[in-house]
């Protein structure tokens, strides 16, 4: 019963970094999906390309990889410093799941019914009104729950930063665990339960988010 | 009466290898009235999208108010107009749609509010005054802060009409507007038009299967088939004795509905 005591203090300790990557990452991979979604339907054919490559490069290399590479690859290459290691584990992740979120936000606002826009032009709405007003509102209600399930994901996805040594949940367990190896299953198991108890108001979020994105769009 | 405010000249349209519209020479007065009438897949509302700005012609002019819409000169040569140029033109032209097109995030007052508050028309509270009193007007008064998904189909179709006329618009555009309609709520949607009828002020080119509608409201009726306006005239002449075998045949099938 103590060790449960001992081992839940330890994880404490690593709770603040798994929560700074995780709130940091979701900010900004959000505005990551935003910019790049957008770019992904706008009608420049450059910004388009351009996003695509970078969307289909981070979607098809593991997160992993991606975060040896900023951590260890680019600073020896070419010397490219992203300063300290929260800084790269958070550029990794969100730029990892910007490209994934960024595929939402472009399929939802090709999915808003081609008569809102119709409508918009026929109230004589200028393009950038009709984005912010129509489309934009009625693509976000669209792209809430699953916006939610990849909230939960980068959760999970910031277990992977104690690989660039930073201190996090799962760090401090490892580090428990190497000195305790028979007390491995009640590690395990109470980190297990640490990231559940993370994970619940994300899948509350993501659950109210599916009663209200039923509300209020129209679809093709 | 004079000059239009609306004139088609020479107006070809086609879509791949289908030409919809071979021709179209057509000009609508202020106030007037005008219902297009004629088989499916003839062109109708294909010409009132364009004057809308949701369709480019092919080849030919449309002039508004004397106004070149899609073309503009620039640097003394006419080219294809942009954004901007369509849209300081089109402000005059509101249309209503067959399936409503209501923004479904927003309350139907915000409905109506929102292209007017965005154009500056008014400060905002003068803006809602304003969309209440077109809502009452069209008999939702009672129903403002509902959203479109909460109304029938035919208070859906009348609140597209209080949203369009907020705008003011010189010529009004009815794409077949009672068509996705129950047929019992197909009334209260005609009872509305026509009441904007006769207040007169305001063009409107309907694009309509209800001949009966037709014949009480329009001050001119067209025919169109395949592309060409085939017949037009005054209601009473063009319903009663039509002149052409196509227009006979299509009444034809018509009245035996």
């Known amino acids: 019963m103590n060790s449960i005591m001992d081992i839940s203090l330890l994880l404490l300790k690593g709770i603040k970094i798994t929560l700074i990557v995780l709130a940091v990452s979701i900010v900004i991979s959000t505005l990551i999906a935003f910019v790049a979604g957008l770019s992904r339907v706008s009608s420049n054919v450059l910004l388009n390309k351009f996003t695509g490559v970078y969307v289909e490069i981070f979607r098809g290399t593991s997160l992993i990889i991606q975060l040896f590479w900023f951590s260890y690859a680019l600073p020896g290459l070419f010397n490219i410093h992203l300063g300290s290691d929260i800084w790269t584990a958070v550029i990794a992740i969100s730029l990892n799941y910007g490209a994934y979120m960024s595929e939402i936000v472009r399929s939802s606002i090709l999915s808003v019914s081609h008569g809102q826009t119709e409508a918009s032009v026929a109230l004589n709405l200028t393009k950038f009104q009709r984005m912010r007003h129509i489309i934009i509102p009625q693509a976000i209600r669209m792209m809430l729950p699953e916006y939610g399930n990849y909230l939960i994901q980068i959760l999970k996805a910031t277990s992977l930063v104690s690989l660039i040594g930073l201190t996090d949940l799962l760090y401090y367990g490892n580090i428990y665990r190497s000195t305790h190896l028979s007390e491995a299953p009640t590690v395990y198991m109470l980190i297990l339960v640490f990231y559940f108890v993370l994970a619940l108001p994300l899948i509350a979020f993501t659950r109210k988010m599916e009663v209200f994105s039923k509300k209020g769009v129209a679809q093709e | ?257």
């Open chain 2, 1 to 257: 009466m004079g000059k239009p405010i609306v004139n088609y000249s020479k107006i070809h349209k086609s879509f791949g290898d289908v030409d919809v519209l071979k021709g179209i020479n057509l000009d609508i007065k202020p106030g007037e009235k005008v219902a297009l009438i004629g088989p499916s897949g003839s062109g109708k509302t294909t010409i009132i999208r364009m004057l809308m700005t949701l369709e480019q012609p092919t080849s030919g002019t449309i002039l508004v108010n004397g106004e070149n819409l899609w073309q503009m000169e620039k640097k003394g040569q006419l080219v294809p107009s942009d954004d901007k140029h369509l849209h300081a033109i089109r402000g005059d032209i509101g249309m209503v749609f067959q399936h409503f097109n209501l923004f479904p995030h927003m309350t139907i007052v915000e409905n109506c509010m929102l292209a007017p508050a965005l154009a500056k028309k008014n400060d905002k509270k003068e803006v809602k005054i304003q969309a209440v009193e077109m809502l009452e007007k069209v008999g939702l008064g009672d129903k403002i802060n509902l959203y479109p998904a909460q109304l029938s189909g035919g208070q859906k179709q009348r609140v597209a009409m209080a949203r369009a006329l907020m705008m003011k618009p010189k010529v009004m555009l009815f794409d077949e507007v009672t068509s996705a309609l129950d047929p019992e709520l197909v009334g209260e949607v005609l009872e509305v038009i026509r009441d904007l009828a006769k207040e007169g002020e305001m063009a409107m080119i309907l694009v309509t299967h209800e001949m009966d509608f037709a014949l009480d409201i329009a001050d001119r009726i067209l025919f169109l088939n395949e592309g060409v306006i085939e017949e037009e005239g005054p209601p009473s002449e063009l319903l009663v004795n039509p002149k052409s075998e196509r227009l006979q045949d299509f009444l034809a099938r018509f009245n035996k509905r």
